[in-house]
Nanobody, 126 residues
Framework: QVQLAESGGGLVQAGGSLQLSCTAS????????MGWFRQAPGEERKFVAA???????YVANPVKGRFTISRTNAKNTVYLQMNNLEPGDTAVYSC????????????????????WGRGTQVTVSS
């Protein structure tokens, strides 16, 4: 199984930017489809963005045009670039990995993934 560790969260003013990173260890990173999810207090975990093994991406509508997902296999890392942040983006952001996926697989559901990081807090002030 893969171990995932997120970093890059913090406190930012509305309109600002943050880049989250998720570094994987324990398995060959190229074999994983990756995703980002977020969970605000009192709410269910929601899909944010996903990237396939071959680099195709899918971004949820609430963040489309503001958030970008990318990966650098040589660094075992997936990134979430978040621009023009809004107070509604405040949440704990977690990355997830799916092993044994096809090269084009993109998952938008929590059940699509079998490994999770602990999450990093993002707080956007108005």
């Amino acid at each position: 199984q893969v171990q995932l560790a997120e970093s890059g969260g913090g406190l930012v003013q509305a309109g600002g930017s943050l880049q989250l990173s998720c570094t994987a260890s324990g398995r060959t990173f190229e074999s994983f489809a990756m995703g980002w999810f977020r969970q605000a207090p009192g709410e269910e975990r929601k899909f944010v963005a996903a990237i396939s093994r071959n680099g195709a991406t899918y971004v949820a509508n609430p963040v489309k045009g503001r958030f970008t997902i990318s990966r650098t296999n040589a660094k075992n890392t997936v990134y979430l670039q978040m621009n023009n942040l809004e107070p509604g983006d405040t949440a704990v952001y977690s990355c997830a990995a799916r092993d044994f996926s096809s090269i084009t697989f993109i998952g938008a559901r929590s059940m699509d993934y079998d490994s999770w990081g602990r999450g990093t807090q993002v707080t956007v002030s108005s």
